[in-house]
């Protein structure tokens, strides 16, 4: 029976890199932010978010992200709302891609809410990837072109390091590429032996 490692952390943390370097062992990686964003663009989507959030996030028929993310990212409510639209969707991927992957031993499914979307659940092992706070708001800015305060709002949404490892079984502190490669090495050895 293949397992399921949940690899999850908060934005900034280095989870894609973790991820990345666990794609180049060899090992399938599904990561289900990449997957949302393209069922986000589904018809079938597109019409939910309509009726759920109306035009204001609409740019003509075209969904506008970023206004999306502005509105949701300030109304937990309102993420709640959304998520409850694409995560079901997302679930139903990942089980289909798991199909496909079950001559593995593990796969990996990476999740920036594992927790917050109860993904978790169906998870054999969890890693969470921390950083330090500010190495976070640097690696966000930089890539995202966005401000110090938009990241701290979208930190304040997600679950703290603390919460997320109390329910971990694994902790990567994300701070060279060398240690957590090594962080990994160590805890796939452990996990083969399981």
């Excluded at 997302?90 to 809410?113: G, N, R, T």
């Excluded at 092992?125 to 701290?152: C, G, H, W, Y």
Aim: with cysteine; glycine share 4%; aromatic share 8%.
């Amino acid at each position: 029976m293949t397992k399921i490692i949940g690899l999850t952390g908060g934005i900034g943390s280095g989870k894609t890199m973790v991820a990345n370097y666990m794609k180049s062992l060899g090992l399938p990686v599904y990561i289900a932010d990449d997957e949302a964003k393209k069922i986000m663009k589904s018809k079938e989507v597109v019409s939910s978010i309509k009726n759920e959030f109306g035009n204001s996030v609409f740019d003509g028929d075209k969904l506008n992200n970023e206004k999306l993310a502005q509105l949701v990212f300030n109304n937990p409510d309102k993420l709640q709302k959304l998520n409850a639209i694409v995560h079901p969707l997302v679930k139903s991927h990942f089980d289909k891609w798991l199909e496909q992957h079950k001559d593995f031993h593990f796969v990996v499914k990476e999740a920036a809410i594992l927790f917050e979307s109860s993904s978790y659940k169906y998870c054999d092992f969890i890693i969470n990837v921390t950083a330090p706070i500010e190495t976070r708001i640097q690696r966000v800015l930089e890539r995202d072109k966005t401000d110090r305060e938009s990241i701290l709002k979208r930190i304040q949404n997600q679950w703290t390091d603390e919460e997320r490892a109390l329910k971990s079984d694994f902790v990567i502190q994300n701070s060279t590429i060398k240690d957590t490669e090594n962080q990994v090495d160590e805890i796939l050895k452990i996990l083969n032996n399981q």
